[in-house]
C-alpha cells in the first residue's frame, strides 16, 4: 500500500529554484489521533548516505541540516496532508534523489525518528543541478 508519494523533482541549473510536493495524507502516522508525528525530506546522493534535510513534527517544529539553511524551506498544507520543500539558490551538492517519509516522533528530532525508527517512505524524486 501506498502512503507517501512525491510530485516535483527534476534538473535545474546552479542558483535556480525547485518546488517538491509529499502527499502523506494515506499514512497511519498522519491520522488526527496522533499526537506526536514527524514528516520530513531526505536525500541520498551518489555515493552517499540518505541523510535529513528538512522535517517538521506536530508540534510545528522544523529543523533544516546546515547545508540547506537559508535556501530551503518546508512546510505543511490542507491539514498536514501536504509537505512542501521549496528549494532556492540551488546547488550541484544538493543534487540527489529526495525521499519523503513519515513516522512517529521519538527524542531527539525527527532526523532520527524517522531515519532510525519505522516510518513510511516514497519512492523518491530526482533532483540534477547543474553548473
Known amino acids: 500500500q501506498v502512503y507517501v508519494k512525491e510530485n516535483g523533482g527534476g534538473s535545474v541549473q546552479s542558483g535556480g529554484s525547485l518546488t517538491l510536493s509529499c502527499d502523506v495524507s494515506r499514512s497511519p502516522y498522519m491520522r488526527r489521533d496522533r499526537r506526536d508525528y514527524c514528516v520530513g525530506w531526505f536525500r541520498q546522493g551518489p555515493g552517499e548516505e540518505r541523510e535529513g534535510v528538512a522535517s517538521?513534527?506536530?508540534?510545528?517544529?522544523?529543523l533544516y541540516s546546515d547545508s540547506v539553511k537559508g535556501r530551503f524551506t518546508i512546510s505543511q498544507v490542507g491539514s498536514a496532508s501536504t509537505l512542501t520543500l521549496q528549494m532556492n539558490r540551488l546547488k550541484p551538492e544538493d543534487t540527489g534523489r529526495y525521499v519523503c517519509?513519515?513516522?512517529?516522533?521519538?527524542?531527539?528530532?525527527?532526523?532520527?525518528?524517522?531515519?532510525?525508527?519505522?516510518?513510511?517512505w516514497g519512492r523518491g524524486t530526482q533532483v540534477t543541478v547543474s553548473s
Open positions: 517519509a513519515a513516522g512517529e516522533y521519538f527524542s531527539p528530532s525527527c532526523f532520527v525518528s524517522i531515519l532510525d525508527f519505522r516510518a513510511n
Open positions: 517538521i513534527d506536530s508540534e510545528g517544529d522544523i
